[in-house]
């Protein structure tokens, strides 16, 4: 399965009752093991947690520490990019990964997250 068969397979376990929009995520880390999340929402909204940061907390929490790229899977034309939240724990955990886009039609788009988070506050700051 490749990383974007992953990501899209991962959308499926979206639990989206509220916004009804399901993302997918599949992390890749240096070994080759990949760790997938999708959305997780709540009744409070708020406590919603998005595809990407599942799936790197998840790989943390198996004793990933490396990541080379990650893809997200959303059903949209234009294809979804990582929110903020998401673009700092990705910097946090990935540096500069790179990241690629897709939706349910085939279509992909690669970029790199110090394109779309330039400037990122992170540990050389404290
Ligand atoms: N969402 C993600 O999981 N990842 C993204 O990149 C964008 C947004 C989720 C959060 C929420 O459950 C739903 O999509 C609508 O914002």
């Given at each position: 399965m490749t990383l974007i068969e992953a990501s899209l397979a991962a959308r499926l376990h979206a639990h989206a009752p509220y916004?009804?929009?399901?993302?997918?995520?599949?992390?890749?880390?240096?070994?080759?093991?990949?760790?997938?999340?999708?959305?997780?929402?709540?009744?409070?909204?708020?406590?919603?947690?998005?595809?990407?940061?599942?799936a790197i907390l998840k790989a943390i929490s198996e004793?990933?520490?490396?990541?080379?790229?990650?893809?997200?899977?959303?059903?949209?034309?234009?294809?979804t990019p990582p929110c903020g939240a998401c673009r700092q724990i990705l910097w946090e955990f990935c540096g500069d990964i790179e990241i690629i886009l897709t939706n349910l039609h085939g279509a992909t788009e690669t970029l790199r997250l110090s394109g779309l988070y330039p400037r990122a506050f992170d540990a050389s700051y404290l």
């Open positions: 916004s009804h929009f399901m993302v997918g995520a599949a992390l890749e880390d240096v070994d080759g093991r990949v760790h997938t999340g999708c959305n997780v929402e709540n009744a409070t909204y708020g406590l919603s947690v998005c595809a990407e940061r599942v004793g990933a520490r490396k990541f080379v790229r990650i893809a997200i899977a959303a059903d949209t034309a234009s294809l």
